[in-house]
């Protein structure tokens, strides 16, 4: 059994960009909790988190990792996430599994791009959120500024909770003692003062009592409307700390246990029940008496113990022996382990309450995004997850050795399994294997996790790109197909029309047949055809998108009509409609953000023109370096990766992101259709 129930739970999530300090500070955590006699090195491969021997290698997070601790009575689970823009999707998926995200911002670094990214998602997921800075020791930060900027950036919400004193050496608490002084800039009664006011303003009466009658307000008083103002994203506390000396970790802790909500004073998670225009919300609370449900976030395929899935307990209790069923399914698996996580260590634990993230080992049906639940009554709930960047780096890929086509399928169906983030394609056009991912690092980690992990090598091809067709004017196409072999022949004859749909308008088939020129049984297999001419595309093999498709008219055969003549004559009616509708490729554009010495600015702004690009702003990050937003062809940045190393002395990054398709130049649009060699079949 649990010593503790929900109420003593708390679920933090680590985000931020890459070298915030997210893995030194849990290790910096689990200390000051007593579960490490000595924090980890980042240097030597010995920190809970950065397990894995690439991340040992790279010395970066490149997958999410979760650990807990108990401190103050309470448990605490944490999850270290990976801050390089090309895992964000591996960040993002675990938000559904906790009520808070600590923001982590390095205190030399400044505001960086992840980090805004990823605030901007937040605030679309009603999720409680907290500001950490981090390595205030270091030399020459200016923490007023920093503050100045993080309150400007992300709103005048943020306000710190404590203070850094002694040139960073030490925090002082503007919260729960509001007397302390020597504060490196602003004062502790200033900041506490703010704090109140802030927390106050959620509730009325308690602002009566503090503005009319000036009682002071013990910190027993503040926090329901503390949680209210967290909840409601009226209040993000900035704390500080230095994860490497230590310095505000206790205080951090402090605030993690008392000020951050537990499951029933967070934001209630987003079940829906039913599909489509059907479905509606539907409640759950973290009440240990109610069935059980909890979400799938994250998958492992784990060498030893097989496939891992990791989950949040929202309702109820999961322990070992119980039986649930995933989602809809009508058998349900047997619970036969469970597992708290430490790392890439399981530790075997008999029961789990809500607020709990666990594990369970060897189920094949399991998957990420999976709700699991011990009652059919919960059969068609799912969570509304935060949706993830779309893919769009992709590289082809063919099996080294003759034979290993069948391991490779293997292989990535597992890596495509444990990453929201990474997408495996088959152009049948071109017999090609693509894999997609949100960049140059991302596919590199993937390619050597085949190699070391699955034992699968690979030949790879330049940069795939995920072009579209579409059209851009009105027009009627018309087919007969008419064929005898002897027997009973095929005929059908179709008259349809086509229009442009906006950019993201999908799809639409319309039935506009009247008389019964075409018996109605035959217009799915219209449908059919036109949906093989959507997915094989028409002017260079690429998936056609926006188009609208009436069919109106046409022309049956009492004996030789059937299913195959009408789908042959929907397909071909509709590319001869495609031809004169004036159809256009569209390229994806991506929106880029380089980070690198301001003294390159010129060469960079020069190569990023040459590639098609464009500069939308720049801003000064901190002294002698310069952030550059603009947007560029995702075609264009082939090798783009040495060329930025190249041009800023291996200073440059990047991060990319998917913004919108436009139609490409006329010259790429005849090389590209010149290249394609439509099947008449």
Do not use: W
């Amino acid at each position: 059994m649990s010593d503790y129930n929900a109420e003593d739970v708390r679920n933090i999530a680590l985000v931020g960009h890459a070298g915030s300090g997210k893995t030194t500070l849990v290790e910096a955590l689990l200390v000051a909790a007593g579960v490490l006699p000595v924090a980890g090195s980042i240097a030597k491969g010995t920190t809970v988190c950065d397990f894995d021997p690439l991340e040992k290698e790279l010395q970066h997070s490149l997958d999410s990792a979760i650990t807990s601790l108990d401190a103050h009575g309470k448990h605490i689970n944490i999850i270290d996430t990976p801050g390089y823009p090309d895992f964000l999707g591996r960040s993002i998926s675990v938000l559904p599994a906790v009520e808070t995200a600590a923001v982590v911002v390095n205190a030399q670094a400044g505001i960086e791009s992840v980090t805004q990214r990823i605030m901007k998602l937040l605030d679309n997921r009603s999720l409680c959120r907290i500001v950490i800075v981090n390595q205030i020791d270091a030399p020459d930060v200016d923490l007023g500024e920093l503050t100045s900027q993080i309150r400007e950036t992300f709103g005048a919400e943020c306000l710190p909770i404590n203070l850094p004193a002694d040139g960073g050496t030490r925090v002082i608490d503007c919260f729960f003692q509001p007397q302390g002084e020597g504060a490196d800039f602003s004062s502790v009664a200033e900041a506490h003062g703010h704090i109140i006011d802030q927390v106050v303003e959620v509730d009325e009466a308690l602002m009566e009592v503090y503005l009319e009658q000036g009682q002071d307000l013990a910190p027993e008083q503040l926090h329901d409307p503390f949680e209210v103002a967290l909840r409601d994203g009226h209040l993000i506390p900035i704390c500080y700390c230095s994860a490497t000396t230590g310095a505000g970790i206790p205080e951090l802790l402090e605030i993690l246990v008392r000020l951050m909500p537990n499951p029933s004073e967070g934001n209630p998670p987003a079940y829906m029940k039913g599909e489509g225009a059907g479905m509606e919300p539907v409640s759950v609370a973290p009440d240990p008496t109610r069935h059980a449900l909890a979400h799938c976030f994250k998958i492992i395929n784990d060498p030893f113990r097989g496939k891992l899935g990791i989950f949040r307990i929202h309702q109820g209790r999961i322990a070992q022996n119980s039986q649930l069923f995933i989602g809809d399914a009508r058998k349900p698996f047997k619970v036969n382990h469970l597992f708290r996580l430490h790392g890439n260590q399981q530790i075997e634990v008999t029961e789990g309450v809500p607020g709990d993230i666990l594990a369970v080992a060897r189920v094949d049906e399991i998957h990420f995004d999976a709700v699991l639940h011990d009652s059919h009554d919960e059969d068609h709930h799912h969570l509304n997850t935060m949706e993830c960047p779309v893919p769009v780096f992709g590289l082809a890929i063919t099996t080294a050795k003759r034979g290993d086509e069948q391991k490779l399928n293997d292989a990535l169906h597992k890596l495509q399994a444990e990453d929201p983030c990474f997408h495996v394609e088959h152009h049948a056009a071109t017999n090609e294997t693509i894999m997609r991912g949100l960049g140059e690092l991302h596919l590199k980690v993937l390619l050597r996790r085949l190699s070391e992990q699955f034992h699968v090598d690979v030949t790879t091809s330049a940069p795939s790109i995920p072009y579209r067709e579409t059209i851009t004017a009105k027009a009627e196409g018309h087919h007969r197909h008419k064929k005898q072999t002897g027997g009973a022949g095929q005929f059908g004859e179709v008259f349809l029309r086509i229009e442009p749909l906006e950019r993201g308008g999908g799809f639409e088939f319309v039935d506009a047949v009247v008389g019964g020129v075409i018996p109605g049984n035959f217009i799915p297999s219209i449908e059919k055809g036109v949906r093989q001419v959507l997915a094989e595309g028409a002017i260079a093999g690429y998936p056609l998108h926006d188009v609208r498709v009436t069919v109106y008219d046409g022309k049956f055969h009492p004996v030789d009509s059937k299913d195959i003549a009408f789908s042959t004559a929907g397909r071909k009616a509709f590319i001869d409609a495609i031809d004169k509708a004036k159809p256009v490729i569209l390229e994806p554009i991506v929106k880029i953000r380089i980070a690198a010495p301001d003294s390159c600015m010129g060469d960079l702004a020069g190569d990023l023109s040459g590639r098609r690009g464009r500069i939308s702003g720049s801003e000064t990050k901190t002294a002698g370096h310069i952030a550059i937003d603009g947007e560029v062809p995702l075609a264009e940045l082939s090798g783009y990766d040495a060329r930025l190393k190249a041009l800023t002395g291996g200073e440059g990054t990047y991060g990319i992101e998917l913004s919108h398709y436009e139609a490409v130049p006329a010259n790429i649009q005849k090389q590209l259709a010149d290249a394609y060699q439509r099947s008449e079949d």
